[in-house]
T-cell receptor
Framework: NAGVTQTPKFQVLKTGQSMTLQCAQD?????MYWYRQDPGMGLRLIYY???????DKGEVPNGYNVSRLNKREFSLRLESAAPSQTSVYFC????????????FGPGTRLTVL | AQSVAQPEDQVKVAEGNPLTVKCTYS??????LFWYVQYPNRGLQFLLK??????LVKGSYGFEAEFNKSQTSFHLKKPSALVSDSALYFC???????????????FGSGTQLTVLP
């Protein structure tokens, strides 16, 4: 039981390049989330998927897109990376959206030059 | 709207002493409160949560938190700190809206705990 896994662990991009961050969970959770973590700002929600087939914007969705590929997988895409997107990205999942505990992956450290 | 404040960026305590990491919140309605811990270069790990009931919540690794509704606080505590407790701690809150669904989880900015040997 791996929990929540994320790939890659590290990535360096040039401004304007695109990439997809992958996330998978093996806990049979319905809800999945993407956060970014910046120093002194805690975690901010980018997008979430309350259940398979649905996605919704969070607090900071601009510049990102997501795909809930199936119940296990939830990907985050940067179409044209900008230096402001330099951050650590965390995927999380929970049984259902709302008050259920969220469980986090190990993170992806992204640098945009 | 809802918010979480962690008033101390850093807390330092000596090993063996009690520790407290402070958290205050603001929500409309009843809060659902969480504490997470993050070790260097790792994801967040769940410690404990308060939904309803007993104001003292016990969690992992000997941590506990006390919910105080009148002071809108949810401070994290441990009776005897260990060097291995040194990490970044996050408080988070959510609440229900009138439809019964929940707002997104809102995190505090984090408190860096250092336990000195």
């Amino acid at each position: 039981n791996a929990g929540v896994t994320q790939t890659p662990k590290f990535q360096v991009l040039k401004t304007g390049q695109s990439m997809t961050l992958q996330c998978a969970q093996d806990m049979n959770h319905n809800s999945m989330y993407w956060y970014r973590q910046d120093p002194g700002m805690g975690l901010r929600l980018i997008y979430y998927s309350a259940s398979e087939g649905t996605t919704d914007k969070g607090e900071v969705p601009n510049g990102y897109n997501v795909s809930r590929l199936n119940k296990r997988e939830f990907s985050l895409r940067l179409e044209s990376a900008a230096p402001s997107q330099t951050s650590v990205y965390f995927c999380a999942s929970s049984v259902n959206r709302g008050t259920d505990t969220q469980y986090f992956g190990p993170g992806t450290r992204l640098t945009v030059l | 709207a809802q918010s979480v404040a962690q008033p101390e960026d850093q807390v330092k305590v000596a090993e063996g002493n009690p520790l407290t990491v402070k958290c205050t919140y603001s929500v409309s309605g009843n809060p659902y409160l969480f504490w997470y811990v993050q070790y260097p270069n790792r994801g967040l790990q769940f410690l404990l949560k308060y939904i309803t009931g007993d104001n003292l919540v016990k969690g992992s690794y000997g941590f506990e938190a006390e919910f105080n509704k009148s002071q809108t606080s949810f401070h994290l505590k441990k009776p005897s700190a260990l060097v291995s407790d040194s990490a970044l701690y996050f408080c988070a809150v959510t609440s229900l809206i009138s439809s019964g669904s929940a707002r997104q989880l809102t995190f505090g900015s984090g408190t860096q705990l250092t336990v000195l040997p």
